[in-house]
């Protein structure tokens, strides 16, 4: 990716051909919020990677999330807590899991000391870090190649502690937007 935009990831996450999938809402065994913690509620401002302008803000309310663009205008999409949008809280990090079909996608949040967050993926859109990423996972984990239509899914089943593993050493990486409300 050139950009940290937020459309940038919601376009990944909408169209988004390639993708480390799960079985059920990660991590496995953690109870899934029923609302969003008012410390991480607010308006995060991305940047642009290249140029370091201002990009789109990502708004994090109690029932869920929106986007708005440079210009205010809130059409870039959102999501609300329910049985296709589950989040949950584990570690220091939230985990954000998107159903995608009968697939579930990941993202992580992790809110920095001065109150910016980072947003994380498992990035395999580029097809010689996909081989790699893909390659060092099927070392700590199986495998499964799932095709949908267009769309392909390597999917995991990793333990909680399996899953923190792989954060640990680096798999989930992006950029970190800055609060400014």
């Known amino acids: ?24 809402p990660q991590p496995a065994g953690v109870p899934a919020l029923t609302e969003i913690p008012a410390n991480l509620q607010g308006h995060y401002l991305s940047y642009d990677e290249i140029t370091g302008e201002e990009s789109d803000t990502l708004i994090i309310e109690s029932w869920g999330y929106h986007f708005k663009d440079k210009e205010d205008k809130d059409w870039l999409g959102s999501g609300h807590l329910s049985d296709s949008l589950v989040v949950k809280f584990y570690q220091n990090y939230y985990f954000v899991n998107f159903k995608s079909g009968d697939q579930w996608v990941l993202r992580l949040i992790r809110q920095k000391s001065y109150g910016g967050i980072e947003f994380l993926s498992i990035d395999i859109q580029d097809d010689a870090k996909r081989k790699e990423m893909l390659r060092k996972i099927s070392r700590k984990l199986e495998v499964k190649e799932i095709h949908r239509d267009e769309d392909t899914f390597y999917q995991i089943r990793p333990t909680a502690a399996q899953l923190m593993q792989l954060v640990k050493e680096g798999f989930f990486s992006g950029p970190e937007l800055s609060k400014v409300k």
Not at 10 to 24: A, D, H, Q, R, T
């Open 1 to 24: 990716m050139r950009t940290c935009s937020l459309i940038a990831f919601w376009l990944l996450l909408l169209v988004s051909c390639k993708e480390v999938s799960f079985k059920e």
